[in-house]
């Protein structure tokens, strides 16, 4: 879906997120009460469910929710293991439902940290710990596995194959949750546009968000396809990057605990998408 990053409008995005508040809508029916400042997230639910202070219904829908948007990074990690294209999908699949039926996400208090780091923890022990009887879970073979699409198999591979001769297996992975991230943010924000009756907007100015094989219009050039004012435009597309940006930290927050954490999880993200 998404092939590419403009990095210095990628650092300038995340830099000014890392300044500005955004509202991240609650986890409806949770139970868990949290910071007015930092309502109740994926994250925070799951968190709660491993202090026995949510139902675990609850945390295992959060849980899964979280999975299917970072399904890349985890798929990326293992193929950087060696496995083949089909074993690396059966094991991701089956290490969601090892997440499940063990309900690793109860471990999370002694585990602290952020989502991305509990995540990757618990791969590297379940490929490491696992046996093969275990691990090796064929597809169709009666585990309740999150749903796949062609597309997002293919956007995996597509995305191992460009990250995997540029750093160790680390790297890799947190590389690929950066851009999984960057899709989500893309993702809720057209969402938003969309419940706005502003769909066709939001897709002539996504261009300028996101690389592409031919560079951006100029604003003079699109004002006049979109029958605008050129300052009208240059209005649109500045509210479309603040949108932007909210939408960016509304993600994080889903995957961290308190509100520090988003800004560390922002500069850390930051750091892989520059290579700084």
């Known amino acids: 879906m998404l092939h590419g990053i403009l990095i210095s409008l990628a650092a300038c995005f995340f830099s000014a997120v890392l300044i500005q508040?955004?509202?991240v809508k609650t986890l409806a029916g949770n139970g868990c009460r949290h910071s007015d400042l930092?309502?109740?997230?994926?994250?925070?639910?799951?968190?709660?469910?491993?202090?026995?202070?949510?139902?675990?219904?609850?945390?295992?829908?959060?849980?899964?929710?979280l999975c299917q948007t970072y399904w890349t990074p985890l798929y990326t990690f293992v193929r950087s293991r060696g496995y083949s294209v089909e074993d690396a999908q059966d094991l991701t699949q089956s290490f969601f439902a090892y997440l499940i039926e063990h309900k690793i996400y109860a471990r999370v208090d002694r585990q602290k940290g952020r989502f991305r780091s509990f995540l990757l923890a618990?791969?590297?022990?379940?490929?490491?710990?696992?046996?093969?009887s275990e691990r090796t879970l064929k597809r169709g073979g009666g585990q309740k596995f999150l749903p796949l699409h062609e597309a997002q198999i293919d956007e995996a591979e597509s995305m191992f194959q460009t990250h995997s001769g540029n750093g160790n297996e680390d790297w890799i992975f947190d590389r690929s949750w950066a851009d999984a991230l960057v899709n989500a943010g893309l993702?809720?924000?057209?969402?938003?546009y969309k419940r706005e009756a502003r769909e066709k907007l939001f897709n002539e100015l996504r261009i300028f968000l996101i690389s592409g094989a031919e560079p951006p219009?100029?604003?003079?050039?699109l004002a006049v396809r979109l029958g605008m004012a050129e300052s009208t435009l240059r209005s649109h597309v500045t509210r479309l990057r603040a949108r932007y940006r909210e939408a960016l930290r509304a993600e994080v927050r889903q995957t961290v605990d308190t509100e520090a954490e988003v800004e560390e999880e922002l500069h850390e993200l930051l750091c892989v998408l520059t290579g700084s």
């Open 21 to 23: 508040t955004a509202e």
């Open 38 to 65: 930092f309502p109740s997230t994926h994250w925070s639910v799951i968190v709660a469910a491993g202090r026995s202070q949510v139902d675990p219904q609850t945390a295992q829908a959060a849980l899964a929710e």
């Open 122 to 132: 618990a791969l590297k022990n379940f490929l490491a710990n696992a046996s093969d």
């Open 187 to 192: 993702e809720r924000l057209s969402a938003d």
């Open 217 to 221: 219009p100029t604003y003079a050039d």
